[in-house]
């Protein structure tokens, strides 16, 4: 087990297996040092862990939820593209999609939980740029979507 994965096995985590893609599209792809994957959906399995508004149908802690499995479905999308998270060198950027209901204005906050994993795993390597931004609709109902950019 890597270092990384140890400390998300320490925080009761886990990677997951990298999921296939919901359409036609690679889920991620290299490209010299930079590694991006696919918008990343909460599947646990072949479920969708949340879907549904924020501040309609779910709470902030559930979108918060939600961008966690996406980041890990992110991470395990990278590995599988360079074989070990251990050769991840800086995570680059985060682009984060939350389905909002009107008036719903705490995308940051709900995109703090991938961005603050991202940190504890990699330490000033996971500091990253992000983009968190609140959408009308979103694939499969999904409350979040989140796309990582690494660079290897």
């Known amino acids: 087990m ?4 140890l400390k998300l096995h320490e925080m009761d985590l886990a ?10 599209y690679v889920p991620v792809l290299r490209t010299g040092n930079l590694v991006i994957t696919s918008g990343q959906l909460p599947f646990i399995g072949k479920q969708l862990a949340f879907a549904g508004r924020l501040g309609a149908e779910l709470h902030e802690e559930d979108g ?4 966690r499995i996406c ?3 992110a991470l395990s999308q990278v590995k599988a593209c360079l074989g ?12 984060g999609y939350v389905l909002s209901a ?7 906050q709900v995109l703090n939980a991938a961005s603050e994993l991202l940190v504890h795993l990699f330490g ?3 500091k990253h740029v992000r983009t968190a931004v609140g959408v009308a609709e979103m694939p499969l109902n999904a409350a979040v979507q989140l796309a990582l950019w690494v660079e290897a």
């Not at 918060?64 to 961008?67: G, I, S």
Request: hydrophobic letters at 35%; proline letters at 16%.
């Open 15 to 24: 990677l997951p297996t990298a999921p296939p893609p919901v359409g036609y």
């Open 124 to 126: 000033e390597q996971g």
């Open 64 to 67: 918060r939820n939600a961008a």
């Open 2 to 5: 890597s270092p990384i994965e």
């Open 102 to 108: 009107p008036g719903f204005s705490n995308q940051p």
């Open 71 to 73: 980041v890990l479905n």
């Open 84 to 95: 070990s998270l251990e050769l991840i060198r800086q995570v680059v950027r985060v682009e």
